[in-house]
């Protein structure tokens, strides 16, 4: 507690040291920061062609009157691990809508594949695109 009979001189440098440690208490130094990396899905996901990404083209792109073995749109069959694993740089430009793609059109009524979903394929690609 502050005297009464203090010195006004006294006074000021006691309010002058207390403003300089709050200020110095205030600062933060940058290389005391701990970075954490982002996590990258892929990094920590193992895609699997037969329960993770071979359901996503039956149920999304090897229908009737697209890239079954019958229709063969364009000339993809996607019911086929050889020709998917072949052409997967064409197929995540295309689905991505990505400049200088032909973007994958979808069946009418239909919505864009999901992000998660198409960074599933990207994974997949990403980790050699492997028939697992």
């Given amino acids: 507690m502050i005297n009464s009979s203090m010195k006004p001189a006294h006074s000021w440098v006691l309010i002058l040291m207390l ?11 940058k290389s005391d920061e701990i970075v954490i990396p982002p996590l990258n899905f892929c990094d920590t996901t193992v895609m699997s062609y037969a329960n993770d990404i ?3 083209f039956q149920t999304n792109c090897a229908i009737s009157g697209c890239h079954d ?4 749109a364009a000339g993809n069959n996607w019911e086929d691990y050889t020709e998917v694993s072949s052409k997967i740089n064409s197929i995540i430009c295309a689905i991505n ?15 864009k594949l999901p992000d998660s979903t198409i960074q599933m394929i990207e994974c997949w690609a990403e980790q050699g695109a492997q028939n697992n």
């Fill in 97 to 111: 809508h990505s400049p200088g793609c032909i973007p994958m059109p979808r069946p009418i009524g239909s919505p």
């Fill in 19 to 29: 403003v300089n440690l709050l200020v110095a208490s205030c600062t933060k130094d």
């Fill in 69 to 72: 073995a019958t229709t063969s």
């Fill in 54 to 56: 071979n359901p996503i």
